[in-house]
């Protein structure tokens, strides 16, 4: 069974930084493609970036272009996102999420396996 823990989450002030994990239990990481998410209160899970299998191809929602990286370790089993420059918008639960898509991009029907989320909150 997959299962996909994030950790990382926490309050920050305007412009502050946050980097987020999340590590996963499948065995073969690397035949995954890999997303992060966000959801607030009333509002449909918004794409916030994607990551191919090997790390080689990313994608990015235009809100958080240039501001969040998102890379992996495949011999950490381990999924990040690094954010800067956060600002209260990017308050938000976040969420990892598997997709056995080599290159998943921003439907969420692409992702297979989702995370419990981690809580990230930004005051101005």
């Known amino acids: 069974q997959v299962q996909l823990v994030e950790s990382g989450g926490g309050s920050v002030q305007t412009g502050g930084s946050l980097k987020l994990s999340c590590t996963a239990s499948?065995?073969?990481?690397?035949?995954?493609?890999m997303g992060w998410f966000r959801q607030v209160p009333g509002k449909e899970r918004e794409f916030v970036a994607g990551?191919?299998?090997?790390?080689?191809?990313?994608t990015y929602a235009d809100s958080v272009k240039g501001r969040f990286t998102i890379s992996r370790d495949n011999t950490k089993n381990t999924l990040y996102l690094q954010m800067e420059n956060l600002n209260p918008e990017d308050t938000a639960v976040y969420f990892c999420?598997?997709?056995?898509?080599?290159?998943?991009?921003?439907?969420?029907?692409?992702?297979?396996?989702w995370g419990q989320g981690t809580q990230v909150t930004v005051s101005s």
């Open positions: 999420a598997g997709s056995v898509f080599a290159s998943p991009s921003y439907p969420a029907s692409q992702y297979k396996y």
């Open positions: 499948m065995l073969r990481f690397n035949a995954y493609g």
């Open positions: 990551i191919s299998r090997s790390g080689g191809s990313t």
